[in-house]
């Protein structure tokens, strides 16, 4: 029997199982109602604005301790309005770069409670590759360890189970 997946995204069906979960907003967006979401604020695929607010959309990288590669989490981090017009200026170009900017997650990650809102660093990439979240080492937070540990195979279940990929 052969695992597999099919992508919300591309509509396509993959072997083996995901490990990559994206939002498509900031939850501060979602949490507008549908009819209003659109008025309020202003998106596409990598940047989002909601009034004095701006979002990137990145990627946190959590290795796997067993497993080859990683768990790509698609998050939205709320950036300062200067960092997010640096990153508007700098999207076609080759940033990894520029210094990282600091910002706060703007997506709750199933499997660590209160993600929301904590501290981390952004680092520019490619207009290729989106940015890469850092979250800090001396943080205690159950993603910044994990993302300095890695994630187990029962963490990764754990993964599979809260977002829905398996029961």
Request: aromatic content about 10%.
């Amino acid at each position: 029997m052969t695992i597999s997946f099919r992508c919300q995204t591309c509509g396509e069906t993959h072997e083996g199982l995901p490990t990559d979960f994206a939002w498509k907003l900031p939850d501060a967006v979602w949490a507008i109602p549908e009819p209003d979401r659109a008025k309020q604020a202003r998106w596409d695929a990598d940047c989002c604005q909601l009034g004095e607010r701006f979002f990137i959309r990145c990627v946190l990288h959590i290795p796997f301790r067993s497993l080859t590669g990683s768990n790509g989490w698609g998050i939205w981090v709320e950036v300062s309005e200067r960092d997010f017009f640096r990153y508007v200026e700098l999207y076609s170009a080759d940033a990894r770069t520029e210094p990282p900017v600091g910002g706060v997650l703007a997506n709750e990650i199933p499997c660590h409670d209160r993600s929301l809102g904590l501290a981390v660093s952004v680092q520019f990439g490619t207009a290729q590759n989106r940015p890469t979240v850092i979250a800090s080492s001396d943080c205690d937070h159950s993603l910044a360890i994990e993302q300095k540990q890695g994630m187990s195979n029962e963490g990764y279940h754990e993964v599979l189970v809260a977002t829905g990929a398996i029961r």
